[in-house]
């Protein structure tokens, strides 16, 4: 698709904006990458430009809105408006281009885009005088953000954030990029010279412009369309998943894990496609192979500077192979599915590192991303002031020196074979150096010398070898390093913290607490699930037209308001929902939370389902009514897809209840997406997860019990505590009106032994002889 867009390109817009080294793209080599990130090196000099700065005393329009990134431009000398009716009339009664700058609160270089070019009183004239200025938080309207960056990366060699196109006034877009520096450089243009150049050429050859717009929007509208055509089925799911599996190995990096050279994401989507292509292969080399893949990536992840190793959580992505220094912001859904992938790995391992890992994830979500009411932040910023200056630095708050350390651990170590102070066991363990352990590659102007990402160089084993220790003494003595630094960086500059919250991420955060509650053993993590689904049933859920919305916002005052504008959510917001909710229902055994999932899939069917080509659109036709395109998510990134999280759902929701419907729909996604799931599987592997698992049957297990029984208890624990990837968890509390007994007339006949709680294990409408032991049903579940 990629090259026919680019190619058509070249022939409609040869000279668009002629002048030396300005490409109709231009600006692409810098942002925060959508999909392979051209990170900032940490530290790196941004090259801020005070000159012609100045922020307004009095605010643009933006000072209405409740998006944290739109009121950081709320004082840019630029006629901002955000995304709208008002900004579109406008264009069209004044015959202007629009200048469309995308980004989100949390984006480093949006903010050096922000200061550097969107403060400049020049820049600021210009794009009030020529352009309708519309800025849009990507996370408010993901449908924008995708339609506009399909653009960009088709149209250049990338794409990311902040994102910039200009369209017509009919919103067709001409020209894009990502980040431009403010000036020209002897290698990039800047953006003053690009918004002198288009507003030129839109004097000048506007018939052009338009005309070229068309056929570039009719050109992707044709490659992007995702349809079932001619085709009955979907793709074989052994040669789908083996293919995929091939693809991951072959770029998988045996030294370090994870599946890239730099920069490197957690990539929870792989992991969890791996495990369950061990689940399904676990006696042969191959599975073998994929369960090693997925544990020395999670160890690596654990060890490395791109876990938060004195607050926990895990930052964005490396910008290293050896997952040493990070991008340190830190996103709310990174935190949901890594919790998972965690424990998934305990689940198959037993290993204790990774569910301590789940549990420190799940510990920095509940301290620093949780409001009071139940819901999740969105995310922490990378940037925030040190100590003694004024302007934030990126990564600010999570670095160290040799002396810090020193003068905060002084205490002498009892025991070792030579004179050792914590600081010096701490430091040892956790490769801070006098020189800084941060390379000249990640700091090419020097600013950071000196400072230390912590990261482990040791197992505890061999930290304690070395200083002739018992491991559990390093353990607890490290961990009162730990604290005691958590304690002095209390006292640092926060990074800003962005508190918008989403009902997808939510949503996943919502499944995260109740996965590792469940499987732990937490009743704590189930409740603060339990939590977060009231928090969207009251705050996100309009209860007269059975929507939800898009997100909310927290108030200094610890309220909850909607946004300015009401957003109704988008495909994602459902998808990630209804899974949180089922996920809660198997942790919690309560149904209503089942039942509100089955009322949202209804309704997500009647908003996005595509009647004649399958799959669900991302946005609704009617709310998206003024875009170019109408998409389907094809790739899982950061975040799955929400046709491949909705697969599942459909899958699960199927054992549920018996409903056909709901297994036809599943199929013709399923089908919709064949042509990619041929040629590159590892683009959507939790798609290929549900294929798997549609083409496997799903293990119905039931429970007939008491809910509050501990001989229900034990069997449901161990439930919990095998990994089967395709299997659903029913609880049959033996009453024949009850929920699930109207949904599945054949629970009635499953009955308990000996007044005993019993489990089934169901397959394609046969289901095992009863068990009422947990050591029995292990061994069911293992077969």
């Not at 999740?376 to 990564?395: L, M, N, Q, T």
């Not at 089967?724 to 009850?738: A, C, M, R």
């Amino acid at each position: 698709m990629l090259r026919g867009v680019r190619s058509l390109l070249g022939r409609c817009i040869p000279q668009l904006l002629e002048g030396p080294g300005l490409d109709f793209a231009a600006g692409t080599c810098r942002g925060t990458p959508a999909s392979g990130p051209v990170a900032m090196a940490t530290g790196a000099k941004d090259n801020r430009q005070s000159h012609n700065q100045t922020q307004l005393q009095v605010p643009n329009r933006l000072i209405h809105e409740k998006s944290p990134y739109l009121l950081q431009h709320a004082y840019n000398p630029v006629d901002w408006f955000p995304w709208g009716q008002e900004a579109f009339d406008k264009a069209k009664n004044e015959n202007k281009p629009i200048f469309l700058s995308v980004g989100y609160s949390t984006c480093h270089w949006c903010h050096v885009m922000e200061e550097e070019s969107f403060r400049n009183k020049e820049i600021g004239e210009i794009l009030s005088e020529d352009f309708v200025s519309v800025k849009v938080d990507r996370e408010e309207h993901p449908d924008v953000d995708k339609v506009y960056m399909t653009f960009v990366q088709a149209t250049s060699s990338g794409g990311g954030w902040p994102m910039n196109v200009w369209l017509t006034p009919d919103l067709q877009p001409f020209v894009g990029g990502t980040y431009f520096p403010p000036e020209d450089g002897l290698t990039r243009v800047g953006f003053r010279t690009v918004l002198l150049r288009i507003r030129d050429q839109w004097k000048q050859n506007k018939a052009m412009l338009l005309e070229n717009s068309q056929r570039v929007t009719a050109s992707l509208l044709a490659r992007s369309e995702i349809t079932v055509g001619d085709r009955e089925l979907p793709p074989t799911a052994s040669a789908v998943s083996k293919r995929c599996f091939q693809q991951l190995e072959e770029v998988y990096d045996e030294e370090h894990g994870g599946f890239a050279e730099a920069p490197k994401f957690p990539t929870p989507v792989i992991l969890s496609f791996l495990f369950s292509y061990w689940a399904a292969h676990r006696m042969t080399s191959e599975g073998f192979r994929a369960q090693q893949m997925a544990m020395h990536s999670l160890k690596m992840m654990a060890n490395g500077g791109i876990r938060d190793h004195v607050g926990q959580g895990f930052h964005r992505y490396s910008t290293d192979r050896q997952w040493h220094i990070p991008h340190f912001e830190k996103m709310l859904y990174d935190q949901a599915q890594l919790a998972v992938a965690y424990t998934q790995a305990f689940q198959v391992s037993g290993d204790e590192l990774f569910s301590d890992v789940a549990k420190g994830i799940l510990q920095y979500v509940s301290q620093n991303l949780s409001h009071p009411s139940g819901g999740f932040y969105s995310a922490e910023d990378a940037d925030s002031v040190p100590e003694g200056e004024v302007k934030p630095k990126e990564g600010a708050y999570y670095l160290w020196t040799v002396n810090e350390i020193k003068d905060l651990l002084p205490e002498p170590v009892e025991g070792a074979t030579e004179p050792l102070s914590l600081g010096q066991l701490f430091m040892k363990h956790y490769g801070v150096t006098e020189t800084g352990n941060i390379g000249s590659t990640q700091d090419p102007q020097g600013e950071l010398q000196g400072q230390n990402v912590l990261t482990v160089r040791y197992s505890m084993d061999l930290t304690a070898a070395r200083f002739g220790l018992e491991a559990e003494t390093v353990r607890k003595l490290l961990d009162t390093g730990r604290e005691k630094l958590v304690q002095i960086r209390k006292r640092r500059s926060r990074p800003r913290l962005d508190i918008k919250m989403l009902a997808a991420w939510n949503g996943m955060m919502v499944s995260g607490y109740a996965i590792a509650g469940a499987v732990l053993g937490k009743e704590e993590l189930i409740n603060q699930a339990i939590d977060g689904a009231k928090f969207l049933k009251r705050h996100l859920f309009d209860v007269s037209s059975g929507r939800l919305f898009r997100g909310c916002y927290a108030t200094i005052g610890g309220t909850v308001e909607q946004s300015s504008s009401q957003f109704w959510g988008f495909l994602e917001d459902y998808a990630f929902v209804i899974r949180g909710l089922l996920d809660l229902y198997e942790a919690s055994g309560e149904s209503a939370w089942l039942e509100w999932a089955l009322r949202l899939q209804d309704m997500q069917d009647k908003l996005f389902w595509d009647t004649q080509g399958g799959g669900y659109f991302c946005s609704e036709a009617e709310l998206g009514g003024n875009l170019p395109l109408r998409l389907k998510d094809d790739q899982d990134g950061s975040e799955p897809s929400a046709n491949s999280v909705s697969a599942h759902n459909l899958l699960r929701i199927h054992a549920y209840t018996g409903r056909r419907d709901w297994m036809d729909k599943c199929v013709k996604l399923l089908t919709a997406f064949s042509d990619r799931l041929r040629r590159v599987p590892v683009a959507l592997p939790e798609m290929v997860r549900a294929l798997c698992i549609q083409q496997q049957t799903i293990k119905q297990i039931v429970i007939c019990g008491s809910p509050q029984g501990q001989d229900t208890k034990a069997l449901i624990d161990c439930v919990h505590s095998i990994y089967v990837p395709n299997k659903v968890l029913i609880l049959y509390d033996g009453e024949p009106s009850s929920f699930l007994a109207r949904q599945l007339p054949f629970l009635v006949r499953l009955q308990k032994v000996d007044s005993q709680a019993t489990a089934y294990v169901c397959e394609n409408q046969a289901y095992s002889l009863p068990v009422t032991e947990p050591a029995e049903l292990r061994k069911l579940l293992l077969l």
